[in-house]
């Protein structure tokens, strides 16, 4: 087995992208990083467990986050659930409307979702995630949508939890306690914000001269653990 033959996952092109510190190095240490871990996930069949409150939120809320748009746009949207490849990367996009990719982000709150509003400071990671789906299906342009939706309450009552623990109090009846619960109502339910100003899209057009650099960095990235990885000695000395 070797490298050849990987393809990249879409939501990960973001750290094969990285640019290495050095003019002699192709490869920045986080990508190397990365590298090791699609390594073992494919030798192996392993996966590393990406479990916090950010990625249980996104997953639990992403139907009302489709939702969300599809009221705000005022246009039915259905999840698509078909899966892309080509010899380089493979995704599978949430929407796909013509010549046009829509990518929906669950924000974890009102304040990540306002910090992620400027499209001059996009995310880099799902800025190449886009170009790969593009790249894959053939789109001109992409629509990266943050939603802001209200958090389950089964996490909002973790988090009252984990509160009651940490301010050491004897029950829930507490003063403070219960004023400190009303806070992480606030931070998780915005019924009270209008639909309009819950939703925000960042348009992002196909850049090909990008798509042919993903497509190079995939090439050394192969290059890369088949040299390091897929031969790694492992005799005594």
Avoid at 4 to 28: N, P, V, W, Y
Avoid at 56 to 70: A, I, N, Q, W, Y
Avoid at 143 to 156: E, G, K, Q, R, W
Wanted: proline fraction near 2%.
């Amino acid at each position: 087995m070797d490298a050849d033959q990987i393809l990249f996952r879409c939501s990960s092109l973001g750290h094969i992208m990285t640019e290495a510190r050095g003019k002699s190095e192709t490869l920045s240490e986080s990508c190397k990083t990365h590298l090791v871990d699609v390594f073992v996930s494919n030798k192996y069949g392993r996966t590393t467990d990406i479990d916090n409150r950010y990625v249980r939120k996104g997953l639990m809320v992403e139907e009302d986050s489709l939702t969300l748009f599809s009221r705000h746009t005022k246009r039915f949207y259905k999840k698509n659930q078909d899966h892309f490849r080509n010899d380089f990367i493979k995704g599978t996009p949430d929407i796909i409307d013509g010549d046009t990719i829509i990518d929906i982000k669950s924000s974890w709150d009102i304040y990540t979702f306002f910090r992620n509003a400027n499209p001059d400071k996009l995310n880099k990671n799902y800025y190449w995630q886009l170009q790969g789906y593009m790249a894959l299906t053939g789109a001109k342009q992409s629509l990266l949508a943050y939603c802001l939706v209200n958090t389950p309450d089964v996490m909002i009552n973790d988090e009252k939890r984990k509160l009651m623990w940490k301010m050491n109090v004897l029950s829930d009846t507490d003063a403070t306690y219960i004023d400190a619960c009303d806070e992480i109502d606030k931070l998780s339910v915005y019924d009270d914000i209008p639909m309009s100003e819950r939703v925000n899209q960042i348009l992002i057009h196909r850049d090909d001269a990008a798509i042919e650099r993903l497509y190079e960095r995939v090439q050394e990235c192969r290059e890369y653990m088949n040299t390091n990885l897929f031969k790694m000695k492992t005799e005594l000395v």
